[in-house]
């Protein structure tokens, strides 16, 4: 823009956006918005900003970042009443010749750097190919910054590439097309892994990495065994993702409390005294009050009595209860907490009940517990049956978007839950002295066959990976041996990786009482 009348002209930026904006007049910044919004009515801006425009040329510079679907923005050089901008002296509005206003055509990008998944989407415990692609018309060095999503990590970088503090580093040679990557270890929290955050240097233009931004998580609906059910309360949109040593919870739900609960609740029932402890991994920031713990109800209707002990992503720990199982029904209230109400993860939770009490304790190593609140049953207290329903309960606080929250080491008078974790193992090593010989193909036969000793790890022998023991299993570790077939299914014979059964047997679980060379 050049200002032709000769003299400093106070005036005002208008800005409306689509999304997050930074507004540049001169090399200094005058807005700067982080937002995840629409560019509004027409003729209106949502951001002003003073700026005095100097005699001659000016630069103005607007940085959008698309947060979602549309992208753009609006901007109006305007008086401090919001009016066109206008002189000073007659209030004449400001037209050619006075200025003159130019847009400086894109020359293009000296270099481009585009992200690209391996998959679609991620299910819990999988890990993900990334790969980042370097382009550039002429032999450009280039600085690759990947922010990984927080609470993951990476492993197997190429390229040269450096992690350190949630980032991975690359300087690039000069070069035209060079493809770097690494394999994402993602956390156990987190619906949408987004790399928003991720840049390039190029001949000191910083610019963000393009291509694929963000991934998916699948939860399944997993069934969570003997003893327990999992079901959304008030609104549908939740899952139970079982890994090793607990459950990855999905919830959806405005809340819990007032009237009305909407939550995901993974639970049992219990009668007497009983009790239930976990850890909590993580959570999911939905909402600054989303809620992930512990819950005993009357029933699964949704204004039923309860009471909820739960961390929260930003206001601490907390809880609260409703008195009764009603019609009308009641409102529920927040409970004082006594000690510490900070929240730090990973963060154990216990409800216990004696006699007709029911105490909520926290502890930071699952030994030592420290008492937070206690709530009597009867008449002047919580209304419960006498069978209850007790578990794990996730509520996002948000209508939109479902939270994740990881539980591990869920105990106490309760069932089992999680998948059964098994040693590291070698197929086709039945008789476990770490190599793959002819006397693995013995082993087996004779267990068979004569009577012998069965493998210590009925997984190693089972080469074939069928769920059962059988004569084709000596067939196959024999025919890899001698005649170039097969090797054992996964995971592999030395000097292959060791690894865990991971696949469902058919036949029933054969298991791995021990293995000793991994």
Not at 146 to 169: F, H, R, W
Not at 174 to 183: K, L, R
Not at 341 to 353: A, H
């Amino acid at each position: 823009m050049r200002n032709k009348t000769g003299s400093p002209i106070p005036a005002g930026i208008g800005l409306g956006s689509d999304d997050s904006a930074e507004v540049w007049v001169n090399d200094q910044v005058v807005l700067q918005v982080v937002a995840c919004r629409g560019y509004g009515a027409p003729n209106y801006e949502q951001n002003g900003a003073e700026v005095t425009l100097p005699a001659g040329e000016s630069r103005i510079l607007v940085k959008v970042s698309d947060g979602c679907c549309a992208s753009g923005f609006r901007l109006r050089l305007r008086d401090g009443r919001g009016a066109p901008l206008c002189s000073r002296s007659g209030g004449k509005p400001l037209l050619p010749p006075d200025i003159e206003l130019s847009l400086v055509p894109s020359e293009g990008k000296p270099a481009d750097v585009a992200r690209d998944f391996a998959q679609a989407s991620y299910a819990g415990g999988e890990k993900v190919g990334v790969s980042l692609r370097a382009t550039a018309p002429t032999a450009k060095a280039i600085k690759v910054r990947e922010v990984l999503p927080a609470g993951s990590t990476a492993e197997g970088v190429s390229g040269g590439g450096v992690l350190a503090a949630g980032a991975i580093i690359w300087s690039l040679p000069p070069a035209t097309d060079t493809t770097v990557g690494y394999t994402l270890v993602p956390g156990s929290c987190g619906s949408v892994l987004d790399f928003g955050e991720s840049t390039y240097e190029v001949e000191g233009t910083e610019v963000i990495v393009g291509g694929e931004t963000r991934l998916a998580r699948d939860v399944p609906e997993d069934d969570p065994g003997p003893g327990w059910k999992s079901q959304d309360i008030g609104r549908s949109g939740g899952g139970l993702d079982l890994v090793e040593g607990g459950a990855d919870v999905k919830g959806l739900g405005e809340r819990v409390g007032l009237t009305r609960d909407e939550l995901r609740f993974v639970h049992t029932e219990a009668t007497g005294d009983w009790e239930i402890q976990a850890r909590i991994e993580c959570q999911e920031n939905t909402n600054r009050q989303a809620g992930a713990g512990l819950m005993v109800r009357d029933t699964t209707d949704p204004h039923s009595a309860y009471f909820f002990v739960y961390v929260t992503p930003e206001a601490g720990l907390r809880a609260s209860r409703r008195r009764e199982t009603a019609q009308p029904a009641k409102v529920a209230s927040s409970v004082t907490l006594t000690g510490d109400t900070t929240v730090s993860f990973p963060i154990y939770l216990k409800l216990k009940k004696e006699g007709t009490n029911i105490t909520a304790s926290r502890s930071a190593d699952g030994q030592t517990f420290d008492p937070l609140n206690t709530q009597a049953i009867g008449t002047t207290g919580l209304k419960l049956g006498d069978k209850i329903l007790l578990g794990l309960a996730v509520s996002s606080f948000d209508l939109n978007a479902a939270g994740i929250a990881a539980f591990r080491e869920v105990k106490g008078t309760v069932p089992p839950l999680g998948k059964k974790g098994g040693p590291a193992f070698h197929r086709g090593d039945a008789d476990d002295n770490g190599q793959l010989q002819l006397t693995d193909a013995i082993r087996v036969l004779g267990f068979l066959f004569l009577g012998g000793l069965p493998p210590a790890c009925m997984d190693a022998g089972d080469a074939d990976d069928n769920g059962q023991l059988q004569l084709t299993d000596a067939i196959r570790i024999l025919g890899f041996l001698f005649l170039g077939g097969l090797p054992p299914a996964p995971p592999g014979p030395p000097s292959e990786p060791c690894g865990e059964d991971t696949t469902p047997d058919a036949a029933g679980d054969l298991g791995c009482a021990g293995y000793a060379n991994c």
